[in-house]
């Protein structure tokens, strides 16, 4: 089994103000983010961001013309940083075209057991759940492959943008 991905800086978690003054969007496909709320758990200490957030994205031209939508998508995604627990998850899934197909996805972000201070394990699942109210299996099929396919490309980039927060961490 291999080990789990790692990403070289300190555990976003360590601190409740990442969640709180972390940039809005690092993400160039984000075209809008707004923050819904946020709240700090008195017991925990956990800090929780929720934000709606407009995805520019590639949305094959059959799709566009099939469900009568534009290349934006929206998002719902709930951060929680947990200081206690030295850990970071966010949960994220899809508003549009959620009648047809619905995408939940889970990234957690927790110290490396074997160097805690400076490297972060990264952790990411995602999963499609087509409606079935197309009628059709061939356009639902598709849809479900296209949006696995998309869903893979994309992966690294959200990565990549968590990798700047942490690589900027001491910055913020």
Known sequence: MAAPPSIAGPPPAESAEFASESPVSVTPSDS?????????????????TERLIGVEQAAPLWAIKLFN???TAFVIERLTVSPQLQRTTARSVNLSLSDYLKCDETITYTPHPSNPALATLFSQTAQFTSAGT???KMAEKKLEEHSVRRFSENAGRGREGFEFILRNYNKI
């Open 69 to 71: 939508c534009s290349s």
């Open 134 to 136: 197309l009628g059709w």
């Open 32 to 48: 809008a983010v707004d923050v819904l709320s946020r709240s700090i758990d008195a017991k925990t200490g956990d800090v929780t």
